[in-house]
């Protein structure tokens, strides 16, 4: 049931009062509270598991590994890391500013919202949460709409496990989002919505992390194994069915190697899936029929010619497909495709493939299969993305040490263990000036005169 908007006020009212009472404040409580979503998360995956099967069909693998194993392992590892990140730095400073004790605080930025989107509806909501609550925030968490069933779950679980004097879960869709949008915002999501999120957190100065997709491209260099790197990529587009932000959305290689590719393409779709993605348990659904549409016009608009896959249920199933021979204006190449459909744009060369990226928005992620040193390097000088990723997709996000985010179109800010700490605390400067140096300060004090220019 979505939540009343008449409540919405109270509960954004109830949270701030928490906050200025200190409710998140001591480390003790913010542990507590860490400890108690790992625990969340792990005593109910079987439910998790149940909910996110209704509302996305994900393979219980992928859920278990993806959404709730990280949301246990970075709870637990940012509660064990929580001293470290709030410790105060004492920075360098000339001689005469070393009595100042001059400090660096970490502050929270105060009570914060957090608008999720449906594709990782369970993680998606924690990573940032973990952020807030060890800054020491209060939260409003928004889930989507769009994935019912796991926003229903995490309204019920969450105030047995989380203090409800600091985190609270509002569930609804377009009015109920509006209605929360008058604090500090996290938001995950597509740009378009950013953009309104963005104009109205404007409206009240508030600082905003927009954690957006795009259109994230795979550089294929012809002296790769092209097919290993047909297989890492095939696996990566078939996570979540291709609805995932940093899902490969298309691939660029060099027209004479094209075919080559295809057929590497194609011998790593039928180890991956023995009787076709439409059987599969390994593979999640489109999450609605509205996506089912978008796709199915995609599919049916293209101009580019289909070499694997292509079939449909009529409903809410796709093939994972593969589409050769796309130009740069077809349809598929419009906006991020969010789905199981991978294009391959044939290129003359790699140096044209690096134009073509740097000619578009900047991607979230950035892949490229080589091996060549100058290549990589090329790629790291000439493009701009949120990650550059070599030889694999997918797998930067595991790593707990690396931020996530993106720049430009695919968002900015960051998130992931302490960049998730330090998206919801602010740096505070400080310094504490000693009675006892008055004497030197003679100068500084009006009225000026000409003796004191000297000094
Ligand atoms: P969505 O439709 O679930 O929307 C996200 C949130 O925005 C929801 O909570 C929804 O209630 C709210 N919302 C929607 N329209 C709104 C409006 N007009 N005003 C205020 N709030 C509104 O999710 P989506 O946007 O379809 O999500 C998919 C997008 O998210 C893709 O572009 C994907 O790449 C991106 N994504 C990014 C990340 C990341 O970490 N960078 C992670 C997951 C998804």
Same mark, same amino acid.
């Given at each position: 049931?979505?939540?009343?908007?008449?409540?919405?006020?109270?509960?954004?009212?109830?949270?701030?009062?928490?906050?200025?009472?200190?409710?998140?404040? &001591?480390? %003790?409580? *913010?542990?507590?509270?860490?400890?108690?979503?790992? $625990?969340?998360?792990?005593?109910?995956? #079987?439910?998790?598991?149940?909910?996110?099967?209704?509302?996305?069909?994900?393979?219980?693998?992928?859920?278990?590994?993806?959404?709730?194993?990280?949301?246990?392992?970075?709870?637990?590892?940012?509660?064990?890391?929580?001293?470290?990140?709030?410790?105060?730095?004492?920075?360098?400073? &000339?001689?005469? +500013?070393?009595?100042? %004790?001059?400090?660096?605080?970490?502050?929270?930025?105060?009570?914060?919202?957090?608008?999720?989107?449906?594709?990782?509806?369970?993680?998606?909501?924690?990573?940032?949460?973990?952020?807030?609550?060890?800054?020491?925030?209060?939260?409003?968490?928004? !889930?989507?709409?769009?994935?019912?069933?796991?926003?229903?779950?995490?309204?019920?679980?969450?105030?047995?496990?989380?203090? /409800? $004097?600091?985190?609270?879960?509002?569930?609804?869709?377009?009015?109920?989002?509006?209605?929360?949008?008058?604090?500090?915002?996290?938001?995950?999501?597509?740009?378009?919505?950013?953009?309104?999120?963005?104009?109205?957190?404007?409206?009240?100065?508030?600082?905003?992390?927009? #954690?957006?997709?795009?259109?994230?491209?795979?550089?294929?260099?012809?002296?790769?194994?092209?097919?290993?790197?047909?297989?890492?990529?095939?696996?990566?587009?078939?996570?979540?069915?291709?609805?995932?932000?940093?899902?490969?959305?298309?691939?660029?290689?060099? $027209?004479?190697?094209?075919? #080559? @590719?295809?057929?590497?393409?194609?011998?790593?779709?039928?180890?991956?899936?023995?009787?076709?993605?439409?059987?599969?348990?390994?593979?999640?659904?489109?999450?609605?029929?509205?996506?089912?549409?978008?796709?199915?016009?995609?599919?049916? =608009?293209?101009?580019?010619?289909?070499?694997?896959? =292509? $079939?449909?249920?009529?409903?809410?199933?796709?093939?994972?497909?593969?589409?050769?021979?796309?130009? /740069?204006?077809?349809?598929?190449?419009?906006?991020?495709?969010?789905?199981?459909?991978?294009?391959?744009?044939?290129?003359?060369?790699?140096?044209?493939?690096? #134009?073509?990226?740097?000619? *578009?928005?900047?991607?979230?992620?950035?892949?490229?299969?080589?091996?060549? !040193?100058?290549?990589?390097? +090329?790629?790291? %000088?000439?493009?701009?993305?949120?990650?550059?990723?070599?030889?694999?997709?997918?797998?930067? +996000?595991?790593?707990?040490?690396?931020? @996530?985010?993106?720049?430009?179109?695919?968002?900015?800010?960051?998130?992931?263990?302490?960049?998730?700490?330090?998206? @919801?605390?602010?740096?505070?400067?400080?310094?504490?000036? &000693?009675?006892?140096?008055?004497?030197?300060?003679?100068?500084?004090?009006?009225?000026?005169?000409?003796?004191?220019?000297?000094?």
């Amino acid at each position: 049931m979505f939540t009343p908007i008449s409540e919405i006020p109270e509960i954004r009212k109830a949270l701030g009062e928490s906050f200025r009472k200190g409710v998140p404040r &001591p480390l %003790e409580w *913010r542990k507590h509270q860490l400890l108690q979503l790992a $625990r969340m998360l792990q005593e109910h995956c #079987e439910a998790f598991a149940k909910a996110i099967e209704k509302d996305i069909g994900k393979p219980k693998l992928e859920m278990y590994s993806h959404e709730l194993g990280t949301g246990i392992a970075r709870s637990i590892a940012s509660a064990q890391a929580l001293e470290d990140w709030n410790r105060p730095v004492v920075v360098d400073a &000339p001689d005469w +500013q070393k009595p100042w %004790e001059p400090t660096v605080y970490r502050a929270a930025k105060g009570t914060v919202v957090i608008i999720a989107a449906w594709n990782y509806p369970i993680f998606g909501l924690v990573q940032p949460l973990i952020g807030a609550i060890a800054a020491g925030c209060c939260a409003i968490l928004k !889930p989507s709409e769009i994935s019912p069933h796991i926003a229903e779950l995490l309204a019920e679980l969450c105030p047995k496990y989380l203090d /409800p $004097r600091a985190y609270r879960v509002v569930h609804g869709g377009i009015p109920e989002t509006t209605a929360v949008l008058k604090l500090p915002f996290f938001y995950t999501g597509n740009n378009k919505v950013a953009r309104i999120i963005a104009r109205e957190a404007a409206n009240h100065l508030t600082p905003l992390t927009l #954690e957006l997709g795009g259109k994230s491209p795979v550089i294929v260099d012809p002296k790769y194994d092209l097919k290993l790197a047909a297989k890492r990529i095939l696996w990566a587009k078939a996570l979540n069915c291709g609805q995932n932000c940093i899902a490969p959305d298309y691939v660029l290689i060099p $027209r004479t190697n094209q075919d #080559e @590719f295809v057929d590497a393409l194609k011998t790593a779709y039928a180890e991956l899936f023995p009787d076709g993605s439409m059987q599969s348990d390994s593979i999640s659904r489109i999450v609605s029929t509205q996506h089912y549409t978008r796709l199915m016009g995609l599919l049916n =608009g293209t101009q580019g010619q289909v070499v694997t896959g =292509g $079939r449909s249920d009529g409903q809410i199933k796709i093939e994972l497909t593969v589409i050769k021979d796309v130009r /740069p204006d077809d349809c598929l190449l419009d906006s991020e495709i969010f789905g199981p459909l991978l294009p391959i744009v044939p290129v003359g060369s790699i140096d044209e493939a690096i #134009e073509f990226v740097c000619a *578009r928005a900047h991607p979230l992620a950035l892949y490229a299969f080589t091996e060549n !040193p100058k290549i990589k390097q +090329q790629i790291l %000088e000439e493009t701009a993305s949120g990650a550059a990723v070599f030889n694999d997709c997918f797998m930067q +996000q595991a790593v707990d040490g690396l931020p @996530f985010g993106g720049v430009g179109d695919s968002g900015y800010g960051r998130q992931c263990g302490k960049a998730s700490f330090d998206t @919801f605390s602010y740096e505070r400067a400080s310094i504490d000036v &000693p009675k006892e140096m008055e004497p030197f300060y003679a100068a500084r004090y009006q009225p000026y005169d000409e003796h004191k220019l000297k000094l």
